[in-house]
């Protein structure tokens, strides 16, 4: 008997975030457990604290065999994966990691397009493979300077993607669910704002919501010299609507950092040069991790502290 609570851990977490959740609490690491069901028989009243991130979230069955369960603490900012509001229903407090991972994952946005529009990949293999040296240089590609750019949900990351694309001199329209106070023009029309950008970029949260807000009429408004980067959830984009389109050459390319059935790739996009694909890794890096794995642990030991935490998810900002 340590006395410290008990802590579910979903997901794997950085050796810096486990010496802090150690320190803290009793650390059991769900998929360490070889019957998950005699598990939770054993231990599942005893936890008070989940630690998970934003794809492993925390299933209903899971969430409902902790009686006890106080605070979901989860690594990222997206929480599509856990029923905040059943949580909250509950006095369960869900925490998330927004802001610290806004200029990471604009980047990688920005590098995606870019990488897209430049044919960054292609032509990387086109000088590996010793082409250019025998077969001379490779076809122009489309600038990105000065281009329509239109932002599928101007929040925190969008805001962030928006403040970079001045220094491209681009014009920026957006798309949410409510006009913003900003001076970029809005669209409540998304067939409409992508009938009018050379570029969209999406970055809304995941969930019921928001599932194929990218669907084919948005796609063919976007059109043959368009391009799509997703770095929002894969679920937002109707993915076969979008490889039909690139197939057909109804879409001129896109850059995906997210999936529908991630890590499953549709076959069909390992085939096209017109895609820079990426595996989840918007806000990958060491520094990135570093921050929202802080987050993720201040947010508990605050809970453990004073029962307050530092970033609630708006669901639970009231409890
Ligand atoms: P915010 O909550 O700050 O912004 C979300 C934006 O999406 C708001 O502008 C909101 O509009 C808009 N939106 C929400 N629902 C809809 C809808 N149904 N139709 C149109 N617009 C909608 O979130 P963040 O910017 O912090 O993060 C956004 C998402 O990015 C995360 O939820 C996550 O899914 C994804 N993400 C992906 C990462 C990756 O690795 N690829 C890393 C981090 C985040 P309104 O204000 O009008 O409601």
Redesign the pocket.
Known sequence: MTGKPDLLMIGSVTDRMMARLTAEFTVHPLFDQPDEARFLADHGAAISAVLTN?HDGLRPDLMAALPNLKIVSSY?????AIDATAAAERGIVVTHT??V??D??AN?ALLLWFAVSRRLVPNDAYVRAGRWENEGNTPLTHSVQSRMVGI?????????IADRLAVFDSTVL???????NVSYRYYAN?TEMAADSDVLIC????GP??KH?INKPVIDALGPDGILVN???GS?VDETAMVEALKDGRLGGAGL??FDQEPRVPADLLAMDNVVLQP?????THETRQAMGDLTCDNLSQWLKDGTTVTPVPECQTL
Do not use: F
């Open positions: 934003g990222g900012v997206g929480y599509d927004p802001n991972l806004n990471e994952v990688t599928v949900g101007l929040g925190r990351i969008g805001q962030a957006y798309h949410a669910r409510s006009p913003k998304l970055i809304t949260p995941g919501e928001t807000l770095v929002s959830r937002v950092d997210v989840h890794v918007g806000s990958a």
